[in-house]
């Protein structure tokens, strides 16, 4: 099995999908590897996304993971379609502790101090800190992983790949997440090279390559 946490730490990116129609679910995974990506998270935001998990997890280089999932009922649907992890925008012990029971590796989103102490009771060691640019940032992440020595945190939210660096300079910080190598409006039109262009300056943003 895929240690999901080893793979964020050597991507360092997670591209955040909200698809309105699984068709354009294997033209995007294509898209994303050709940019050097090889893992998604699709959001249940939208009805199409365990069709589009499966599609995508059809794509034999994909590790999609399932975001968005704020009840169990999701998290099985997740797993029935392929999903190799889950992410949830906060924090429920209802879905951790039903994610921890199938196995699944779970990344609970936290924005407080509180949280992040409610994810160490469920057993669990990285979050995703969300809504990140509006909690204040790198500094934010900083100053909250401080006092949490072994906690490993995915910022998300408002991340672009002009500030990145700035996230992934912090010891603490395993990868980012976010939706601008994916934008709405780009899946929307199917403009599938865009996506790979902005992945791969993501990719490149992140390798601390000049753009
Ligand atoms: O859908 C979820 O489960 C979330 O938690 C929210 C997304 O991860 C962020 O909305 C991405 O933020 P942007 O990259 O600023 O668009």
Request: aromatic share 6%; net charge negative; hydrophobic share 50%.
């Amino acid at each position: 099995m895929v240690d999901v946490t080893e793979y964020f730490a050597r991507t360092r990116l997670v591209p955040v999908v909200v698809l309105n129609d699984a068709a354009g679910a294997g033209p995007l995974a294509d898209a994303l590897v050709a940019g050097g990506l090889r893992t998604a998270e699709v959001t249940f935001r939208t009805d199409a996304a365990v069709a589009a998990i499966e599609r995508m997890a059809e794509h034999p280089e994909m590790l999609v993971g399932a975001g968005t999932v704020v009840t169990p009922q999701q998290a099985d649907e997740a797993v029935a379609a392929g999903a190799r992890y889950i992410v949830s925008p906060g924090f429920s012990s209802r879905v951790v502790t039903h994610c921890l029971q199938l196995g699944i590796p779970v990344f609970p989103g936290v924005a407080t101090a509180t949280e992040i102490q409610m994810a160490l009771d469920a057993g669990l060691d990285t979050v995703k800190f969300f809504p990140a640019g509006q909690l204040g940032g790198p500094a934010s992440v900083k100053a909250l992983a401080a006092p949490f020595r072994n906690v490993k945190f995915v910022p998300t939210g408002g991340v672009t790949t002009d500030n990145l660096a700035d996230y992934l300079a912090i010891k603490a910080v395993l990868a980012v997440g976010g939706t601008w190598m994916v934008a709405p409006d780009l899946l929307e039109a199917g403009d599938w090279a865009e996506v790979t262009k902005r992945t791969a300056a993501a990719v490149a943003a992140a390798k601390g390559e000049q753009q």
